[in-house]
């Protein structure tokens, strides 16, 4: 039986402001049985993508990329938010609600050739996993597809990045 993570996932209306619904992904963190099948789940959304590597996305891309990895015997890197990494970087720029965000990721990362599947939590507008993209594809690696817990399909984001985008959650808003 598929996994619904539907039940698993609190959502609160009016957050962070009116017209806007949080969906918050805590539950499925809360119950280690759950968490096992919502990685089990990506896993199996993820499998055909072929990765060689998982790029985590700052930061709650982390708490799945990491495990995504393990189950599928491939490495793992971030892609932090600027300010976080040292060393040579790459930055890509991204436009938030209000103003600008940055996005990077360490030069020395070693993804040249190498299949990538980006992982984070929630797919809205795109501006993440579209800036996040682009830095793969400035070390060399080959975007393979994207991966999220939650897709809001309402928003269009999967438009903006050129590759397989899976959720294991859609809402229209």
Known sequence: MPFNADPHISK???FPKDGITFYDISPILEDH???????AALAELT????????????????????????????GMVMVRKAGKLPGELLEQ?????????????QASRQLNGRRVVLC???????GTLEAAAKLVERCGGTLAGAVCIIELTGLKG????????????????
């Not at 049985?33 to 990685?39: R, S």
């Open 120 to 126: 984070d939590d929630l797919l809205a507008t795109g």
């Open 158 to 173: 999967r438009s903006r990045i050129d590759c397989p985008v899976k959720a294991l959650q859609t809402y229209e808003f």
């Open 33 to 39: 049985v759950v968490a096992k099948q919502a990685m």
């Open 93 to 105: 720029s991204y436009a938030l609600e209000y103003g600008e965000a940055r996005l990077s990721i």
């Open 12 to 14: 609160t209306p009016g």
């Open 47 to 74: 499998h055909p993508m072929k990765p060689d590597i998982i790029a985590g996305i700052d930061a709650r891309g982390f708490l799945f990329a990491l495990p995504l990895a393990l189950e599928l015997d491939c």
